[in-house]
């Protein structure tokens, strides 16, 4: 069992930045999938960013590509979303979330952070 916790999230400005964090507790947590979900008023909740760390290889969405930088501790307790450039359009809960490798859902939910973007 993982648990996750969220931090960091909350007000900014068009343009701004924020970090979040993501803090795994539980089970050893290294070899895990890590990812950043969100989920606007209305709507579905939508994939950001994924870091798998065994491998090395990340992903964006492409609303967040160039702007969005997801990152882990060394060991691989904590998880980042480092977000720049902010817009309105990235008001929205973000969700930390993890994984197995050989899963393919994300079933590791942490209870999620509000971020809002003034313009």
């Known amino acids: 069992q993982v648990h996750l916790v969220e931090s960091g999230g909350g007000l900014a400005q068009a343009g701004g930045s924020l970090r979040l964090s993501c803090a795994a507790s539980?089970?050893?947590?290294?070899?895990?999938?890590m990812a950043w979900f969100r989920q606007a008023p209305g709507t579905e909740r939508d994939l950001v960013a994924t870091i798998n760390w065994s491998l090395g290889s990340r992903y964006y969405a492409d609303s967040v590509k160039g702007r969005f930088t997801i990152s882990r501790d060394n060991a691989g307790n904590t998880e980042y979303l480092q977000m720049n450039s902010l817009n309105a359009e990235d008001t929205a809960v973000y969700y930390c979330?993890?994984?197995?490798?050989?899963?393919?859902?994300?079933?590791?939910w942490g209870q999620g952070t509000q971020v809002t973007v003034s313009s």
């Open positions: 539980g089970r050893a947590s290294s070899d895990l999938i």
């Open positions: 979330a993890a994984r197995e490798p050989w899963r393919s859902a994300y079933i590791y």
